[in-house]
């Protein structure tokens, strides 16, 4: 009736209360890190746009959940949640960790500006595709991620391939529970995320069962 469809239009995503939240300066600059342009180019399938923010992206980094945030002279991030088999670790600790394992899949050890100015004076075209691209930059993911998704790009599309490692993940990965279920009263799914699975995982699946996620020929 008229109620259960109220209900269905206020019920909030997570994309939409991750503005809510305490965020941390990541410290470094647009022109070092640009998330649209980072998350986005089919290097990596797990990460979410906000529909209603599109600064804002949600993603699993490890055992962790974490939303990022692009301004206009920052990253910000978020810790969501943490899977219950990952290192205990305190509260303080928390921030710096989470910081640490960021710069570790961003290369922020890595400063792209002086690279980049060397390669745009050393070939016109190059100086053409800095200038699109600044703050892009290569990721180093896990290897068993990086690898099952290259896995799964062949012959396919973007779209498929983010449903692809999401199916592989839902059945094989460890479910990751948001810490903060709900913000100002209003919920947040504790089914959407998930740690990649391990490779022993991945080795224990059937033929059979990977076809039925959707592999097709890329299952053996």
């Known amino acids: 009736g008229e109620g259960r469809r109220e209900l269905h239009r206020e019920k909030p995503s997570v994309l939409r209360m991750v503005r809510a939240l305490v965020w941390y300066a990541l410290?470094?600059?647009p022109r070092e890190l640009r998330l649209d342009l980072t998350l986005s180019n089919g290097q990596c399938f797990g990460w979410q746009r906000s529909p209603s923010d599109e600064?804002?992206?949600i993603g699993v980094v490890g055992p962790r959940v974490v939303a990022l945030r692009q301004t206009e002279e920052d990253c910000l991030f978020r810790c969501l949640g943490t899977a219950r088999t990952a290192a205990p670790v305190r509260a303080d600790d928390a921030e710096a960790l989470v910081r640490a394992e960021l710069s570790d899949l961003f290369q922020l050890d890595r400063f792209i500006a002086?690279?980049?100015e060397?390669?745009?004076?050393s070939d016109p075209r190059m100086q053409s595709v800095c200038a699109a691209l600044s703050g892009m930059r290569i990721l180093r993911q896990d290897p068993v991620e990086?690898?099952?998704s290259f896995i799964c790009s062949s012959n396919n599309n973007i779209g498929r391939i983010t449903g692809m490692l999401q199916a592989i993940r839902r059945t094989y990965g460890e479910r990751i529970p948001l810490s903060e279920p709900a913000v100002d009263g209003l919920r947040l799914s504790q089914d959407d995320f998930?740690?990649?699975?391990?490779a022993a995982a991945l080795a224990a699946a059937s033929e059979t069962e990977l076809r039925d996620l959707g592999l097709g020929y890329r299952a053996p």
Do not use: D
Request: hydrophobic share 50%; with cysteine.
């Open 55 to 57: 600064s804002t992206w």
């Open 118 to 121: 060397e390669w745009s004076a």
């Open 194 to 198: 998930f740690a990649f699975p391990t």
């Open 114 to 116: 002086p690279m980049r």
């Open 146 to 148: 990086c690898l099952f």
């Open 27 to 29: 410290r470094v600059p």
